[in-house]
Each structure stands twice: as structure tokens, then as C-alpha cells.
């Protein structure tokens, strides 16, 4: 069964930066066969997509964290991480990883918040 274990969430002031990371495992090989991507859901919102990297490296961005954040991977390793610069309180939500298609069921998550 596969587990995605999302943290180094917190607070943090606006301006401030944070780096997520993400542990996929029981995925064995399908992890390196496909895209992963990070996501978050703020309160009272729907989930949506922050950041996507392919197998080969390459990167999607939502428009409102487009060079603030920087997504990657390591494919021996299973792991993504989003590298996030310059927080907004906009950017307070529960931050989640995953495939995109198709996903893998939703891990735990880690709050992010941005507050001064």
C-alpha cells in the first residue's frame, strides 16, 4: 500500500521561507514512472495544484507561487520537496503531495501557515 508522509510545515512570517518534504513509500518503481506534484487546500477552499515535476525534471507552477517556489525530486530516494520563498499569507493552507494521475490515497499533509 502506498503511504505519501508530507512535513516541515509551520509558521512562519510573511517573507519567510520553508521547505516541504515528501516520502513516498510502498510505491517500489511506479513512483519513478510518473509526474509528482505538490498541492494544498486552504480553509473553506478546494484543493488545488501548486507544483508538478515530471520523471525528467521538468516543472509546472500555479501563476501564484511562480518563482517563489521551487519543486524536486530524487527518484532513488522516492522524495519530492517544495522550497518555498518569499510566504504570503495567501500561501496558508494544508500542503499535500501526490501523483496526479492517478493519485494515490491522500497522506496526512502538513500545515503551512503565514502570519506575522
Known amino acids: 500500500q502506498v503511504q505519501l508522509r508530507e512535513s516541515g510545515g509551520g509558521l512562519v512570517q510573511p517573507g519567510g521561507s520553508l521547505r516541504l518534504s515528501c516520502v513516498v513509500t510502498g510505491a517500489g518503481p511506479t513512483f519513478n514512472s510518473g509526474s509528482m506534484a505538490w498541492y494544498r487546500q486552504a480553509p473553506g477552499k478546494q484543493r488545488e495544484l501548486v507544483a508538478r515535476v515530471s520523471t525528467s525534471g521538468t516543472t509546472y507552477y500555479a501563476d501564484s507561487v511562480k518563482g517563489r517556489f521551487a519543486i524536486s525530486r530524487d527518484n532513488a530516494r522516492n522524495m519530492v520537496w517544495l522550497q518555498m520563498e518569499r510566504l504570503k499569507p495567501d500561501d496558508t493552507a494544508v500542503y499535500y503531495c501526490?501523483?496526479?494521475?492517478?493519485?494515490?490515497?491522500w497522506g496526512q499533509g502538513t500545515q503551512v501557515t503565514v502570519s506575522s
Open positions: 501526490n501523483r496526479p494521475v492517478p493519485q494515490w490515497d
